[in-house]
């Protein structure tokens, strides 16, 4: 799956303000061999995903201006997402949210297994993948 998924041109997006959590996703990811890249804000994911939308969103719950719930959103408005996995430090987002928002991709609570990360983030481009 994992050459499959670089040889259409697949990605993953990782959408998170803290520039370590960003740093230590995209090592993991890239050990993986899936091929990531990161963003400090919602903003900045906007700015790429016109050009070329990833297979799969990493994304942070607590963002700086635009929060993950409300980038979610604003996606949601336009076209259906592509798979999200929502991440979070704050316990105040209640699961049920989190699990009808990320569907059947999950969301994790940091600090959380890489391994499980692995694990969602290969089922969700497998869905990407036969989406196409």
Not at 24 to 53: C, G, I, N, Q
Not at 74 to 87: D, E, K, Q
Not at 117 to 128: D, F, G, S, T, Y
């Amino acid at each position: 799956m994992q050459r499959r998924a670089k040889q259409l041109g697949s990605w993953v997006a990782v959408v998170d303000d803290d520039a370590s959590v960003r740093t230590a996703l995209a090592r993991l990811l890239r050990s993986a061999e899936l091929p990531v890249k990161t963003f400090a804000s919602a903003r900045e994911f906007l700015a790429e995903y016109a050009d070329h939308p990833p297979d799969c969103l990493v994304l942070d719950v607590h963002l700086g201006e635009m929060s993950g719930l409300e980038l979610y959103d604003y996606l949601a408005s336009y076209a259906p997402v592509m798979p999200v996995i929502f991440i979070t430090a704050h316990d105040e987002v209640l699961a049920s949210e989190l699990t009808r928002r990320a569907g059947p991709h999950g969301y994790l609570r940091k600090p959380f297994d890489g391994d499980a990360l692995l694990a969602l983030v290969r089922r969700a481009m497998l869905h990407a993948e036969d989406g196409r």
